[in-house]
C-alpha cells in the first residue's frame, strides 16, 4: 500500500491555488502549528523567543520539538516557567 502524503489545502480563502505536500523539515509557522493542533502565536512567541528556524523563515518540526523539549526540561530542572 503506498504512503499517503500530508497535503495542506490552504486555498479555502484563495481560489485557484494548488495543493503542495507538506515537508516537515520546512513548515511555514501556520502548518507547523495546525500539525500541532496549536494555535500560530505560540510557534511565533517560540521563534520569537529562540525557537530554531530555516534560513528561509521555515519551521523544521524536528528540530522546534527538540526545542521544547530542552526548554520544558530546563523548566522542570529550574522549578520556574521557561
Given at each position: 500500500?503506498?504512503?499517503e502524503r500530508l497535503e495542506h489545502?490552504?486555498?479555502?480563502?484563495?481560489?485557484?491555488?494548488?495543493?503542495?505536500?507538506?515537508d516537515p523539515?520546512?513548515?511555514m509557522v501556520e502548518d507547523a502549528a495546525r500539525?500541532?493542533?496549536i494555535p500560530r502565536e505560540w510557534v511565533q512567541e517560540d521563534l520569537e523567543a529562540g525557537a530554531p528556524r530555516n534560513p528561509?523563515?521555515?519551521?523544521?518540526l524536528i528540530h522546534y520539538a527538540a526545542w521544547l523539549n530542552k526548554a520544558l526540561q530546563?523548566?522542570?530542572?529550574?522549578g520556574e516557567p521557561a
Open positions: 500500500m503506498p504512503s489545502t490552504g486555498n479555502e480563502d484563495r481560489p485557484g491555488q494548488t495543493t503542495r505536500p507538506l523539515a520546512a513548515l500539525m500541532l493542533d528561509d523563515g521555515t519551521v523544521n530546563e523548566e522542570a530542572n529550574s
